[in-house]
T-cell receptor
Framework: RKEVEQDPGPFNVPEGATVAFNCTYS??????FFWYRQDCRKEPKLLMS???SGNEDGRFTAQLNRASQYISLLIRDSKLSDSATYLC????????????FGIGTKLQVIP | GAGVSQSPSNKVTEKGKDVELRCDPI?????LYWYRQRLGQGLEFLIY????????KSGLPSDRFSAERTGESVSTLTIQRTQQEDSAVYLC?????????????????FGPGTRLTVL
């Protein structure tokens, strides 16, 4: 089983739609969780951290479910500019930082 | 301030040649990572440096790959006897150390990458 698993998509959604991605992780010792965004032929950039109580940043909501070992990203009112690949990132912090990236979920927002 | 920089931005080489890729992390970032991303694929972890600790080399795909880091600054990734399957974008990222830090400080900042093409 992969350490971090994501559905690669693509998810094709109309503008204004709500879309959600899940990401599962296998290491129960994982402590830090993030969503990164990667535009085509660009480097990844941090979208948001994922906190235990869940957190929101504008149209974006991130949730963590430790019992089931998954994190989620919800995007409301999708914009064309949201089209990108969304990478799930999991850290196992133990003396040093061990970081694992998921393969990414591709989102295409359609006019 | 300046972000992570990488050079060269593009490198075309012939099969069998050695290449050296450079990464300049953000000042103050003691953690440095190298990743490989093949076309249409996810990020593949290669190696991790944290301060003066022994690097985590568990992601290096073969002994043709090696990396060095001078203190807490520049890092170089060397690929010897390049093969066509080495063609990819090589990304470098840096971050603050995680010990005693809040989660937000774990953010990795990526450089623009080096696009390597092996003919």
């Amino acid at each position: 089983r992969k350490e971090v698993e994501q559905d690669p998509g693509p998810f094709n959604v109309p503008e204004g739609a709500t879309v959600a991605f899940n990401c599962t992780y296998s290491n129960s010792a994982s402590q830090s969780f993030f969503w990164y965004r990667q535009d085509c032929r660009k480097e990844p950039k941090l979208l948001m951290s994922v906190y235990s109580s869940g957190n929101e940043d504008g149209r974006f909501t991130a949730q963590l479910n430790r019992a089931s070992q998954y994190i989620s990203l919800l995007i409301r009112d999708s914009k064309l500019s949201d089209s990108a690949t969304y990478l799930c990132v999991v850290n196992v912090v133990g003396g040093y930082q061990k970081v694992t990236f998921g393969i990414g979920t591709k989102l295409q927002v359609i006019p | 301030g300046a972000g992570v920089s990488q050079s060269p931005s593009n490198k075309v080489t012939e099969k069998g040649k050695d290449v050296e890729l450079r990464c300049d992390p953000i000042s103050g970032h003691t953690a440095l990572y190298w990743y490989r991303q093949r076309l249409g694929q996810g990020l593949e972890f290669l190696i991790y440096f944290q301060g003066n600790s022994a690097p985590d080399k568990s992601g290096l795909p073969s002994d043709r790959f090696s990396a060095e880091r001078t203190g807490e600054s520049v890092s170089t990734l060397t690929i010897q006897r390049t093969q066509q399957e080495d063609s990819a974008v090589y990304l470098c990222a840096s971050s603050f150390p995680t010990s005693g830090r809040t989660q937000a400080r774990n953010e990795q900042f990526f450089g623009p990458g080096t696009r390597l093409t092996v003919l």
